[in-house]
């Protein structure tokens, strides 16, 4: 039977025990230690149909599973990292998919995959990935893990056109000390919506989304491709320099593009309103 409060510090003054070594009711339980935090965030906006949607949720469940994805994770000091997973589109519009969960093997892999797999996926309108950053900051640290490094894991097919400006947002999370990193999708299909496509988008990703201590941006040149650039994304993520396995650097067409210190994307991080300024300023002219 379990001591009342009171009698609980009558026995602790008795015997001199210290009082506050006694545990407080207001006390949050302690948080697992972990090598990584890494929260995915997926872009569903209007130029991503449903079946582009479902490639990505797939080409994530696969890459979680893959071997040298699972030696990275037991590589760690812990041996193990926490995942969570939303999707995102409008400023307003971030769907949660997965909590925090802990991966630490192929088993907890293959849960994770699953419920990526069997949860419904959805498509939306505008560009927010001002919104996405906002939504992921305070999430990082909320849940039952504590990580050595906290990610922010963003994939995209375009700039961010809502909620924002989006280089302000980048430096919020980064000065959390949250390191951001870019998975673009160099996807030429028209957007749903009529919206123009940003052909540099890699290097409007390095100058205006990605930041921390060593980010970087992978490229998948297709949705096909998705799986293999997302997997060589996570393995970067989670293996840390000098211990990242060579199968890597040698397997994937992905293309990674290294953060570059200082660099400014020379069309301004504004350059995915203004196209959506023009794009709406020319259907009221019509």
Same mark, same amino acid.
């Given at each position: 039977?379990?001591?009342?409060?009171?009698?609980?510090?009558?026995?602790?003054?008795?015997?001199?025990?210290?009082?506050?070594?006694?545990?407080?009711?207001?006390?949050?339980?302690?948080?697992?230690?972990?090598?990584?935090?890494?929260?995915?965030?997926?872009?569903?906006?209007?130029?991503?149909?449903?079946?582009?949607?479902?490639?990505?949720?797939?080409?994530? @469940?696969?890459? %979680?599973? #893959?071997?040298?994805?699972?030696? +990275?994770? &037991?590589?760690? /000091?812990? *041996?193990k =990292?926490?995942? !969570?997973?939303?999707?995102?589109?409008?400023?307003?519009?971030?769907?949660?998919?997965?909590?925090?969960?802990?991966?630490?093997?192929?088993?907890?892999?293959?849960?994770? @995959?699953?419920? %990526?797999? #069997?949860?419904?996926?959805?498509? +939306?309108? &505008?560009?927010? /990935?001002? *919104?996405? =950053?906002?939504? !992921?900051?305070?999430?990082?640290g909320?849940?039952?893990?504590?990580?050595?490094?906290?990610?922010?894991?963003?994939?995209?097919?375009?700039?961010?056109n809502?909620?924002?400006?989006?280089? %302000?947002?980048?430096?919020?999370?980064?000065s +959390?000390?949250?390191?951001?990193?870019?998975?673009? =999708?160099?996807?030429?299909?028209?957007?749903?919506?009529?919206?123009?496509?940003?052909?540099?988008?890699?290097?409007?990703?390095?100058?205006?989304?990605?930041?921390?201590?060593?980010?970087?941006?992978?490229?998948?040149?297709?949705?096909?491709?998705?799986?293999?650039?997302?997997?060589?994304?996570?393995?970067?993520?989670?293996?840390?320099?000098?211990a990242?396995?060579?199968?890597?650097?040698?397997?994937?067409?992905?293309?990674?593009?290294?953060?570059?210190?200082?660099y400014?994307?020379?069309?301004?991080?504004?350059?995915?309103?203004?196209?959506?300024?023009e794009?709406?300023?020319?259907?009221?002219?019509?």
């Open positions: 039977m379990p001591f009342k409060p009171l009698t609980v510090l009558v026995l602790a003054w008795l015997t001199g025990l210290p009082l506050l070594s006694l545990p407080s009711k207001g006390v949050a339980a302690e948080q697992m230690p972990v090598d990584l935090e890494l929260l995915l965030a997926v872009d569903i906006s209007g130029s991503i149909d449903a079946d582009e949607a479902r490639l990505q949720r797939e080409g994530y @469940a696969r890459a %979680l599973v #893959d071997k040298d994805v699972i030696k +990275a994770i &037991r590589g760690g /000091i812990h *041996g =990292i926490a995942v !969570a997973y939303f999707d995102w589109s409008d400023a307003y519009l971030q769907n949660p998919i997965m909590d925090w969960t802990l991966v630490q093997d192929e088993a907890s892999a293959r849960a994770v @995959a699953q419920h %990526l797999l #069997d949860t419904q996926t959805r498509t +939306a309108r &505008r560009t927010s /990935i001002t *919104g996405a =950053i906002s939504y !992921a900051i305070p999430r990082f909320a849940g039952a893990y504590k990580g050595l490094r906290r990610v922010l894991d963003v994939s995209g097919d375009g700039p961010n809502d909620g924002g400006p989006i280089d %302000l947002a980048r430096d919020k999370a980064v +959390a000390g949250i390191v951001i990193n870019g998975l673009v =999708i160099l996807n030429g299909k028209q957007n749903t919506w009529g919206f123009p496509q940003l052909e540099d988008l890699d290097r409007y990703y390095e100058g205006c989304v990605i930041g921390g201590p060593g980010s970087f941006v992978v490229v998948a040149e297709n949705f096909e491709t998705f799986h293999e650039a997302v997997r060589r994304k996570l393995i970067l993520e989670i293996a840390t320099a000098p990242v396995p060579p199968a890597w650097q040698q397997i994937g067409p992905s293309v990674t593009h290294k953060a570059q210190s200082g400014r994307y020379p069309k301004g991080c504004d350059v995915g309103e203004r196209q959506s300024q794009f709406w300023r020319r259907r009221w002219d019509q």
